[in-house]
T-cell receptor
């Protein structure tokens, strides 16, 4: 069964520090995609970064990078030089290539709070 | 601006009312989705439309009725809702639902409260 686990319900980080948000997944499909989304208090879900299961290098997008460890089935999000605007809920998600109709499974999320 | 617009942003309705949520995407995508997000629960997929055809219904109660007149518009018609239906309803779209590497782009959501 497909499963996404985010073990950190909440985190507090000092501004300008780096932060790692944990995500582990479980799948028997050799081909899958991993996504991270940010949800501010206003509600919108903002796509941040994508990692494919066959990608050789870790994905990076600006201050966001994905620490992809395939053997351990983990896809942690790293935010460098955190800013006050990074305070939000963060969701890890996965889609298997064999899934019908583009079904994405989301984790329960981590609430990140940045302290000034 | 995500390219996916949802209206209204907030909706309060009684259990006997009928209302509709609207979603419009300006990204030229082929697939559209409805999600429900309740407090302290993961995002739940409700419906998927691919090229206007419904391809997935995740055992959603019939008091929720989706409609997709074209690839750019998606509606969720609400009728005789229950208090437990109070949640944030998110619409999303993606380019190609058949590939694993296409992210879904979300709207701002409609926060629904059932009295």
């Amino acid at each position: 069964a497909q499963k996404i686990t985010q073990t950190q319900p909440g985190m507090f980080v000092q501004e300008k520090e780096a932060v790692t948000l944990d995500c582990t997944y479980d799948t028997s499909d050799p081909s899958y995609g991993l996504f991270w989304y940010k949800q501010p208090s206003s509600g919108e879900m903002i796509f941040l970064i994508y990692q494919g299961s066959y990608d050789q290098q870790n994905a990076t997008e600006g201050r966001y990078s994905l620490n992809f460890q395939k053997a351990r089935k983990s896809a942690n999000l790293v935010i460098s030089a955190s800013q006050l605007g990074d305070s939000a809920m963060y969701f890890c998600a996965m889609r298997e290539r064999s899934s019908s109709a583009s079904k994405i499974i989301f984790g329960s999320g981590t609430r990140l709070s940045i302290r000034p | 601006e995500t390219g996916v617009t949802q209206t209204p942003r907030h909706l309060v309705m009684g259990m006997t009312n009928k209302k509709s949520l609207k979603c419009e995407q300006h990204l030229g995508h082929n697939a559209m989705y409805w999600y429900k997000q309740s407090a302290k629960k993961p995002l739940e997929l409700m419906f998927v439309y691919n090229f206007k055809e419904q391809t997935e219904n995740n055992s959603v109660p019939s008091r929720f009725s989706p409609e997709c007149p074209n690839s750019s518009h998606l509606f969720l018609h609400l009728h005789t809702l229950q208090p437990e239906d109070s949640a944030l309803y998110l619409c999303a779209s993606s380019q190609d639902p058949g590939t694993a590497d296409q992210p879904q782009h979300f709207g701002d959501g409609t926060r629904l409260s059932i009295l």
